[in-house]
T-cell receptor
Framework: DGGITQSPKYLFRKEGQNVTLSCEQN?????MYWYRQDPGQGLRLIYY???????QKGDIAEGYSVSREKKESFPLTVTSAQKNPTAFYLC???????????FGEGSRLTVL | GENVEQHPSTLSVQEGDSAVIKCTYS??????FPWYKQELGKRPQLIID?????GEKKDQRIAVTLNKTAKHFSLHITETQPEDSAVYFC?????????????FGGGTRVLVKP
């Protein structure tokens, strides 16, 4: 659906645990992004990647890590260093020559 | 870095009236300005976009205007309908040496009252 698949859709984590959110796209897009959305808030950029094996920190990268070993995959790990990880996480991709950002359906993480 | 301010944060309109959302950006190098609509619990979806070489763009009931000198752009929705109720985000994009970032405004919650 939409070419970008995020999993899991819902995730519960205990404090102190690392969790990894999956993001896969079959749109052959070069650039991929992770955004965090808190209730009633906008979208804040965590990490982004323009090409394989390269990624840059966004505005709120602390407590998160990513990898880009394959063009179609950009997993996000929420580490125990992230003090307030409960949020809605959105993965997105875009073709460099175009403008539109395509979003996945999101992953809702709740820390118990 | 780029900073995008969006106003108002909430907007309530009567069905059939117009709605206007305004955004300002800080980086004069930004050259692409999309608008996204996000319904409750769903992903944001592009509804219209404009590039810096164009001053206005229309698509049926939706229009976007861009003032590069003042660094602001606006979304106009005419003849609003209940299905227009959602959160709307503006964004600004620029190409930089370290990569391409799309910075979003804080969002506007639009409620169309029947």
């Amino acid at each position: 659906d939409g070419g970008i698949t995020q999993s899991p859709k819902y995730l519960f984590r205990k404090e102190g645990q690392n969790v990894t959110l999956s993001c896969e796209q079959n749109l052959n897009h070069d650039a991929m992004y992770w955004y965090r959305q808190d209730p009633g808030q906008g979208l804040r950029l965590i990490y982004y990647s323009q090409i394989v094996n390269d990624f840059q920190k966004g505005d709120i990268a602390e407590g998160y890590s990513v990898s880009r070993e394959k063009k179609e995959s950009f997993p996000l790990t929420v580490t125990s260093a992230q003090k307030n990880p409960t949020a809605f996480y959105l993965c997105a991709s875009r073709q460099e020559s175009a403008g539109e950002l395509f979003f996945g359906e999101g992953s809702r993480l709740t820390v118990l | 870095g780029e900073n995008v301010e969006q106003h108002p944060s909430t907007l309530s309109v009567q069905e059939g009236d117009s709605a206007v959302i305004k955004c300002t950006y800080s980086d004069s190098a930004s050259n692409y300005f999309p608008w996204y609509k996000q319904e409750l619990g769903k992903r944001p979806q592009l509804i219209i976009d404009i590039r810096s070489n164009v001053g206005e763009k229309k698509d049926q009931r939706i229009a976007v205007t861009l003032n590069k000198t003042a660094k602001h752009f606006s979304l106009h929705i005419t003849e609003t309908q209940p299905e227009d109720s959602a959160v709307y985000f503006c964004a600004a994009f620029r190409t930089q040496a370290a990569g391409n970032k799309l910075t979003f405004g804080g969002g506007t919650r639009v409620l169309v009252k029947p």
